[in-house]
């Protein structure tokens, strides 16, 4: 259909439709992020979670995720996945305990985990010293460049192992016609 066969009228109340749910949806969860923050602290309040200096909460040592079950398991008579997930944890230390191939593959797993946290650190790092003799911004377009060049290396790798890559669609007919749109609705600038 060509953007030009459509009311303008008609337009206009489509996107400000959509609009309004999307701008509805933003302040139900800005809301949520909020009444989490606040659960986070009484619970750091209550446990008495602490940063190092001994007068800050540490809502980092607060996990939301773990409360969540808790809370479906309390709220909503759901079902107790704690317990489960405890019994899955419990089978996987047996078959590392009775298997050492199991335990061999736990142990370079593990290697590999530490390997990857020290590697993303180190980007970190990487990037913090960039900054010191660089602007940041000029930084963060190079990180950027970086990334693509590393996606595009990603997908090579996994082309060549024969796995399957996701190839995004080609987005360029919706951004051209997303500046249609915006021109058409005047919200240009």
Known sequence: M???????????GAYESLLNSKEEAL??????KEVEKEVKEEIASKKQLYKK??????????????FKKAMDIHLNGGPN???AELELLEDYIVDMKNDSVVLGRAKTLQNKMIQEKES???????????KTH??????????ILADLEIKHKKEKLEADEGKETKKKKDQSE??????KLKEKLGLMG
């Open 27 to 32: 302040l139900i969860e800005m809301d949520r």
């Open 81 to 83: 996945t704690v317990e």
């Open 174 to 179: 919706i951004l051209d016609l997303v500046k």
């Open 134 to 143: 660089l602007d940041s911004e000029i930084v963060e377009a190079l990180n």
């Open 2 to 12: 060509n953007i030009n066969e459509i009311d303008n009228k008609q337009l206009s």
């Open 53 to 66: 200096d001994g007068t800050t909460l540490d809502l980092g040592k607060v996990k939301l995720s773990t």
């Open 120 to 130: 993303k650190d180190l980007v970190k790092d990487t990037k913090e010293e960039l």
